[in-house]
């Protein structure tokens, strides 16, 4: 079945351009894209692969549906296929929202929904849609991608002019339930080696607002800030990796199965950013905190109940210049820091603390349809999520990764 539906998305990519005439007079519209991807690393297997004997397992198909029955209310939904490593190798669906917008002051979305958060969320899921094969990993790590790109409930959204200039001010507010399915890589790899899971994922409330102020056409800045928290009755089980001595001398063998329950307090998750397009011009910035506590609650062991403290300071400053019409470079440094990890282990920086991305890019568009990008990250610390398994020696603190991608649109 998997098969047929991917060769369905491919017809779908190649008829196009027929498929979205034949349905404009239904105010129906199709859209979507492949690509695939190659990863090589001088050193550490990333994301699941093995990049360091060069990889081509980056595969994903998107396909979306659209239509407006009323003048102002429109509907669609998603669905993707992904595999990168071992993740992935399905398809699900992205999001699925009814859209009514009754004026450029006032609209509202609600459903699966976009979780308008930063500067690329809305769009990290659009590969044609921007310059780079990657995304700055301190910010938008594609391992936590399905996580922070929707949740269930809405979103309002609207804008004004101010006065009779050109300075324009947009607003977003948004609530919901988060979701995050137990085989998403974002609680895998983060778990992994500890014995711990989460085999219900975790869910919870969200409460959401940004603001973007644009002073000129080509110039915004904005923030936009995020409560949460994950439900108490979140499940959680750990199966002891090896044996543990209690206080008074019980033993408990590894092996040993114990239930209990995952949590976090309530936290925020605030973003700043700014993005100035002009011509062949386009530079951003970006920052974001990540600072949250989690809790193990494991009722026949109490003593082994603890807590984990993360505060995350991401941030990049990237850009890009059109060359030509069909040829256009850039360049981002993307950094991130555990302000909650020490500064070293065993008298050893501790390189777990931080990451920091060098990244130089090039995009090629062949035609409207068809294109390719290049990637160059040069690539020091290890605090974004590596797989364990597949780095048996080690991670190593510095590694250069290549990626080529392709891709077909419509």
Do not use: C
């Not at 690509?35 to 994903?60: I, K, R």
């Not at 973003?271 to 386009?282: G, H, S």
């Not at 050893?348 to 160059?376: G, H, L």
Request: a neutral charge; charged letters at 15%; aromatic letters at 12%.
């Amino acid at each position: 079945m998997k098969r047929l539906l991917i060769g369905a998305l491919g017809l779908a990519l190649g008829a196009a351009p027929a498929i979205a005439q034949s349905l404009e007079d239904l105010n129906i519209q199709i859209h979507g894209y492949a690509t695939e991807g190659l990863l090589y690393t001088t050193q550490n297997n990333v994301f699941t692969t093995d990049s360091s004997d060069g990889s081509p397992a980056w595969t994903e198909v998107v396909l979306n549906v659209t239509a407006q029955p009323m003048p102002k209310l429109r509907v669609g939904m998603q669905g993707r296929y992904f595999l990168l490593g071992n993740i992935g190798n399905n398809i699900s669906l992205d999001w699925a929202e009814a859209d009514y917008k009754q004026n450029d002051y006032f609209g509202f979305r609600f459903g699966k929904v976009k979780t308008p958060i930063g500067l690329f969320n809305e769009i990290q899921d659009i590969d044609p849609a921007y310059n780079f094969a990657l995304l700055p990993q301190s910010v938008y790590d594609i391992l936590s991608r399905t996580t922070w790109l929707t949740h269930l409930g809405g979103v309002a959204y609207g804008s004004a002019r101010i006065g009779s200039t050109k300075q324009k001010l947009e607003y977003r507010i948004w609530g919901g339930q988060q979701v995050e399915l137990p085989n998403d890589p974002n609680i895998m790899l983060g778990l992994e080696g500890t014995g711990i899971s989460l085999p219900n994922g975790w869910t919870g409330p969200m409460l959401g607002a940004a603001l973007h102020y644009k002073p000129t056409p080509s110039f915004m800045i904005g923030a936009s800030n995020t409560f949460f928290r994950t439900t108490w009755s979140a499940q959680a089980k750990w199966q002891l990796p090896s044996s543990i001595t209690l206080p008074g001398g019980t033993v408990l063998p590894a092996g040993t199965i114990l239930q209990g329950t995952n949590g976090t307090p309530p936290s925020q998750l605030p973003y700043y950013f700014a993005k100035y397009e002009k011509d062949k011009v386009m530079v951003a910035y970006e920052y974001m905190r990540n600072q949250y506590l989690s809790f193990y609650i494991w009722p026949t062991e109490p003593l082994l109940n603890s807590s984990f403290r993360a505060d995350q300071r991401s941030w990049y400053a990237m850009g890009t210049y059109k060359v030509t019409g069909k040829l256009t470079a850039g360049l981002y440094d993307s950094q991130s820091i555990d302000h909650q990890q020490p500064l070293s282990v065993s008298g050893s920086p501790n390189y777990a603390r931080y990451s920091k991305d060098w990244t130089v890019n090039a995009r090629y568009d062949f035609n409207s349809y068809i294109y390719a990008k290049f990637d160059e990250h040069f690539i020091s610390g290890t605090e974004l999520d590596y797989d364990t398994a597949l780095n048996p020696n080690g991670i190593e603190p510095t590694t250069k990764l290549m990626i080529l991608k392709i891709g077909v649109t419509f």
